[in-house]
């Protein structure tokens, strides 16, 4: 019962309608080549097939900004300063998000709440829904500052948000999900564009 609860929470998660998507564990499943997300590294746990059966959560990715940092000799990548503790402390935090596709907004949905590291807030999410020409839909969510409105066109890495954390997050990221019709797809990041650090 818990598993169910959690999947309709995540669901509407994303601003999105919990519209059952076709199953994707059956299926051959399509792809969504899309613009990297941030001008900057960044990484993305991906949803399994199935594991989110809605539209917007059924295959896709939560992004993480990350940024090249050296402590005490050691390098690596890493996502937030200090602690963590605080959402100023994550890389990520506030950085310009970039639209995936040369698309048209769909809507947009605000929700005003910035929820404190940890603790996840109330559905719906803020979002930004894209629709390409070819009818593949794109949700952004956990988004903020956002800087289009619904019918305004956009380019492939335009900056039109910037990372928040709001509804159905604990820290600041980006979840990405794709779809046509009731078919979630599978985002496949274009590498010509991935930022080299």
């Not at 593949?136 to 990372?163: S, T």
């Not at 954390?165 to 604990?170: D, E, H, K, L, P």
Request: glycine share 10%; net charge negative.
């Amino acid at each position: 019962m818990k598993y169910l609860a959690a999947l309709v929470i995540a669901a509407f998660s994303t601003g999105a309608l919990a519209q059952v998507a076709s199953d994707s564990t059956k299926r051959d499943i399509q792809q969504f080549f899309a613009h990297p997300l941030f001008a900057t590294g960044y990484t993305c746990s991906e949803h399994a097939a199935g594991e989110l059966p809605y539209l917007g959560d059924d295959l896709g990715q939560d992004c993480i900004a990350e940024e090249f940092v050296n402590k005490g000799g050691a390098a690596f990548m890493g996502m937030y300063a200090t602690d963590g503790l605080k959402n100023e402390d994550w890389y990520g935090w506030n950085k310009p998000v970039l639209a995936p596709c040369e698309c048209t907004v769909a809507s947009v949905y605000i929700n005003s709440v910035i929820n404190l590291l940890g603790h996840p807030g109330k559905p719906p999410a803020s979002s930004i829904e894209l629709l390409a020409a070819d009818g593949i839909h794109v949700v952004l969510a956990h988004v903020k500052d956002v800087k289009v409105k619904a019918g305004d066109k956009v380019k492939a890495g335009q900056p039109i948000a910037h990372v928040g954390n709001n509804g159905f997050a604990r820290n600041p990221h980006i979840h990405i999900g794709t779809w046509r019709g009731l078919d979630a797809l599978q985002i496949r990041w274009n590498q010509k564009n991935i930022p080299i650090l």
